[in-house]
């Protein structure tokens, strides 16, 4: 019925895969987006260098909820390098639905925290030439 | 009950909605229901004919110029000076300052009056519910000057305390007084007469931010007794990029100026210059003309309407449109129950809904709410939400347009929850 809240993306908003939270997570960050309000958490659980679990906690707007539903299920059983291989484009893809300019910060916040927090990858430059 | 809900349907637009072009567009191919006006309003074809007339006509650079074209120019921008005068009450035309918008203007007074009048340990007084505009100049200016600022709480009911209020008066003696006329996000109007009577005799000075009331209510200064006021131009009808600054004579005769540049001057030598007269010594530069003359066009239209019934139509929408979504299970409004002391602006929450959804959804009825922080990230967390909805009417309005919001809202309620 609607170009963006498809009936998985609000399947994945009303029951999130791998809400709560670890007990003794190897690696956690928080962040959130003043703007909206929207916070994610996420913690995961190493064996080597591969995740064994993963958590996330959080609230916000369907787009960011649903968003950390799909990201963290991709997570489980991936390598570290898996995990800083995927892309914007590849959220995007993930999520399979248009999301407009003024909502990308939503569908993206999982991700940051990913990229960010848990991997601890530097800051993008946003300065996009066009 | 009934008669109540059959009466308030038969609200009608206070103004001829045809006389706003972009109300005919379509939305997603619906009609646009435009319910976010607190944050701009629409603009009436009178409006964008006077600038584009100016531009068309009239257009060269004001002041100075001793040929046909700037004599007129010159003459509009400055009739339109008078004309604000008149609209607010003001004593005299030279109390209008022309700005890029109310936030300018606050900025201005912060680093004239403040940085002038205030040291170390002065306190300002403002309160919970402020927009950042009247907020963060002030912190800015905290910073520099090592004064402190204080607040009046906001209490559950969405009013200010006003027993706080006396008490922070007479605990801090605060230089400044700075409150918001009508709040953005709750729609409270609060007693500002009494509010600046007893800053007064506090021996505060007072700055009442006008940047929603002035659209929406009647305002006179001189019985306000504020000694200054600020609002903007495109929330009342009028374009974006201009504003007012009034201030009494003797506040702002006694000021620095703000901005150096041409038309702020009145003599200039290689080192010095001598400030120009009010209300010139405050507008530096060549200002925002065909923006003048549009927001004298608007001041027109809202004279037609007459502001006293401005206010009556938008006390009789929002008592509707309270009604109307307080019967949604789950809805939270934010701010007054009630339509007393109240502006049409309804802020809420829905369940554990987030307002972007909420938003976003509705724009597909096309129906334009604002989601978010509303510029008063301290009144969000004073209400322990991190954002809200907000619907907010004005002289276009019509109720049918609050019934179509109610009926998307349980829409959206029923995908989502």
């Known amino acids: 019925m609607d170009d963006l809240y498809r009936e998985y993306i609000l399947e994945h908003y009303r029951q999130p895969h791998n809400k709560g939270d670890l007990e003794h997570p190897d690696r956690f960050a928080a962040y959130a987006n003043p703007l909206c309000g929207d916070r994610i958490q996420m913690g995961v659980r190493l064996e080597g260098d591969c995740v064994v679990e993963v958590r996330f906690n959080g609230s916000g707007c369907a787009i960011s909820q649903a968003s950390a539903s799909m990201l963290t299920d991709r997570m489980c059983e991936a390598t570290l390098e898996e995990l800083a291989a995927i892309t914007k484009d590849d959220i995007f893809e993930m999520l399979g639905v248009s999301i407009s300019p003024a909502r990308q910060r939503c569908a993206l916040l999982a991700w940051e925290v990913l990229r960010k927090g848990i991997l601890g990858q530097p800051e993008e430059d946003d300065d996009e030439a066009s | ?417």
Not at chain 2, 23 to 52: E, F, G
Not at chain 2, 168 to 176: A, N, Q, S, Y
Not at chain 2, 221 to 245: E, N, Q, Y
Request: proline share 5%.
């Open chain 2, 1 to 417: 009950m009934l008669d109540q809900t059959n009466r308030a349907r038969s609200i009608e637009a206070l103004a001829p909605r045809a006389d706003f072009p972009i109300l005919a567009r379509p939305i997603h191919d619906r009609p646009l229901i435009y319910l976010d006006s607190t944050a701009t309003s629409q603009k009436p074809a009178t409006v964008l004919d006077a600038m584009d007339s100016y531009y068309r006509q009239t257009n060269a650079n004001v002041h100075r110029g001793a040929y046909t074209l700037s004599e007129e120019a010159s003459e509009q921008y400055e009739q339109a000076r008078r004309h604000i005068a008149r609209f607010i009450h003001a004593h005299s035309w030279r109390e209008i300052i022309f700005t890029r918008n109310t936030t300018e203007g606050i900025n201005l007074l912060a680093w004239t009056w403040g940085l002038s009048q205030l040291k170390a340990r002065d306190t300002i007084l403002l309160t919970e519910m402020e927009h950042h505009s009247n907020l963060v100049p002030w912190q800015i200016l905290a910073q520099r000057t090592g004064a402190q600022l204080a607040f009046v709480p906001v209490r559950e009911d969405g009013r200010l305390d006003l027993d706080a209020y006396r008490q922070l008066l007479e605990t801090h003696m605060p230089k400044l007084v700075a409150f918001s006329l009508m709040s953005n996000v709750l729609g409270t109007i609060p007693p500002a007469r009494l509010m600046v009577e007893l800053a007064h005799a506090a021996g505060a000075t007072v700055f009442c931010d006008g940047a929603q009331s002035v659209a929406h209510l009647p305002t006179d200064v001189r019985d306000l007794d504020c000694d200054a006021l600020a609002f903007s131009g495109h929330k009342m009808l009028g374009p974006t990029g201009i504003g007012v600054l009034y201030g009494k004579r003797a506040l702002l005769e006694a000021l620095p100026p703000f901005m150096g540049g041409g038309d702020m001057i009145g003599e200039v030598q290689l080192h010095t210059f001598t400030p120009n007269a009010l209300p010139w010594k405050f507008e530096a530069g060549t200002p925002a003309i065909a923006e003048v003359i549009g927001l004298a066009a608007a001041l027109s239209y809202l004279e037609h309407l007459e502001m006293a019934r401005v206010a009556a139509h938008e006390t009789a929408l929002v008592d509707y449109m309270l009604a109307r979504l307080s019967a949604i299970p789950g809805l939270r409004i934010i701010g007054p129950t009630d339509a007393v002391d109240r502006g049409a602006v309804v802020s809420f929450t829905l369940a554990e809904l987030h307002p972007h959804d909420l938003a976003t959804l509705l724009d597909r009825d096309g129906i334009a709410i604002r989601a978010g922080h509303h510029c008063a990230q301290p009144l969000m967390e004073r209400f322990a939400v991190p954002a809200t909805a907000r619907a907010s009417a004005y002289v276009y309005t019509n109720a049918a347009e609050i019934d179509a919001l109610g009926v998307a809202i349980e829409r959206a309620r029923r995908l989502f929850l």
